[in-house]
């Protein structure tokens, strides 16, 4: 049972372009939502975060949105840039614990 | 940032052998630590919380006998693969969260296991 899901393995955007990477989840009780950037043979990294008390979060080129009546949360990168190419997961997160579970992640390719 | 150290990077194992990784937070204290393995092309899948000073929490279907995890202290989990099959070749990720509060969680480097 995927409770996370990204249903776009993959994304190619021109460089200087936004790139929009959408997620889907089904648990109503998560309540903090997340995005991880991995690179191939590497852990993720933070990216940014949102808490489901809000419907935005803006970390200089990384916006995250969450529509909470859609279970839908969505990460925009303006503008896209070379180093941004990689593997990005959405996670989420209930009260009270820190458990996190992932989505199947997007793979972003941005072209010169 | 804080940061979290695995340790081996890459391992080869015969299999029916053990096989024992660490993973450990360098320059933070983590009584709460996680582990996880990612197959190609797919999601990170949790298999466990280590926490320290008690046992282990795994995951549902998750064999605990053959994954067996030890918190030895705030700063180092081991995930010790028993008995290795060449199915359970994959790349194990360990993370710990930020804070006890935290859900922003640091990751390892991972670990590639091969089982011949």
């Known amino acids: 049972d995927q409770q996370v899901k990204q249903n776009s393995p993959s994304l190619s955007v021109q460089e200087g372009r936004i790139s929009i990477l959408n997620c889907d989840y089904t648990?109503?009780?998560?309540?903090?939502f997340l995005w991880y950037k991995k690179y191939p043979a590497e852990g993720p990294t933070f990216l940014i975060s949102?808490?489901?008390?809000?419907d935005k979060n803006e970390d200089g080129r990384f916006t995250v949105f969450l529509n909470k009546s859609a279970k839908h949360l969505s990460l925009h990168i303006v503008p896209s840039q070379p180093g941004d190419s990689a593997v990005y997961f959405c996670?989420?997160?209930?009260?009270?614990?820190?458990?996190?579970?992932f989505g199947t992640g997007t793979k972003l390719q941005v072209i010169p | 940032g804080a940061v979290v150290s695995q340790h081996p990077s890459w391992v080869i194992c015969k299999s029916g052998t053990s096989v024992k990784i660490e993973c450990r937070s360098l320059?933070?204290?983590?009584?709460?630590m996680f582990w996880y393995r990612q197959f190609p092309k797919q999601s990170l899948m949790l298999m466990a919380t280590?926490?320290?000073?008690?046992?282990?929490?795994?995951e549902q279907g998750v064999e605990k006998d053959k994954f067996l995890i030890n918190h030895a202290s705030l700063t180092l989990s081991t995930l010790t693969v028993t008995s290795a099959h060449p199915e359970d070749s994959s790349f194990y990720i360990c993370?710990?969260?930020?804070?006890?509060?935290?859900?922003?969680?640091?990751f390892g480097p991972g670990t590639r296991l091969t089982v011949t």
């Open positions: 993370s710990a969260p930020r804070d006890r509060s935290s859900y922003e969680q640091y």
């Open positions: 648990n109503s009780m998560f309540d903090y």
């Open positions: 949102i808490s489901s008390i809000k």
């Open positions: 996670a989420a997160s209930g009260k009270s614990y820190q458990k996190v579970t």
């Open positions: 320059d933070f204290q983590a009584t709460t």
């Open positions: 280590s926490n320290e000073g008690s046992k282990a929490t795994y």
